[in-house]
């Protein structure tokens, strides 16, 4: 059974900074694309950060995310990260972790598998 599991939200005044995880398990190998994606309310999920499958680890990211967020993986630990700087209030929302098992998945890619998401708020 895949699972994935985000932890590290939480409160955080603006211009404040998190590190969020999402452990990974359940895969047979742990070349796998990942992803954060956010919502807010109202809002329509978007993608904040994604990395590919293999090692060249390729990394993108909207321009509209400021450079801001930084993903990040460690393939021993089956852990993914977002580390957040800058948090602004609009960056509250919802912040999902997603994988993609298929061998050579570039990113964005299609996710097949999600966490439950954890909320982030930055308020004052």
């Known amino acids: 059974q895949v699972q994935l599991v985000e932890s590290g939200g939480g409160l955080v005044q603006p211009g404040g900074s998190l590190r969020l995880s999402c452990g990974v398990s359940?895969?047979?190998?742990?070349?796998?694309?990942i992803a954060w994606f956010r919502q807010a309310p109202g809002k329509a999920r978007e993608l904040v950060s994604c990395m590919a499958s293999s090692d060249s680890g390729v990394i993108y990211s909207p321009a509209s995310m400021e450079g801001r967020f930084t993903i990040s993986r460690d393939r021993a630990k089956n852990t993914m990260y977002l580390q957040m700087n800058n948090l602004k209030p609009e960056d509250t929302a919802v912040y999902f972790c997603?994988?993609?098992?298929?061998?050579?998945?570039?990113?964005?890619?299609?996710?097949?598998?999600w966490g439950q998401g954890t909320q982030v708020t930055v308020s004052s």
């Open positions: 997603a994988a993609d098992p298929v061998l050579g998945s570039s990113c964005p890619s299609n996710y097949d598998y």
């Open positions: 359940g895969f047979r190998s742990n070349y796998y694309a």
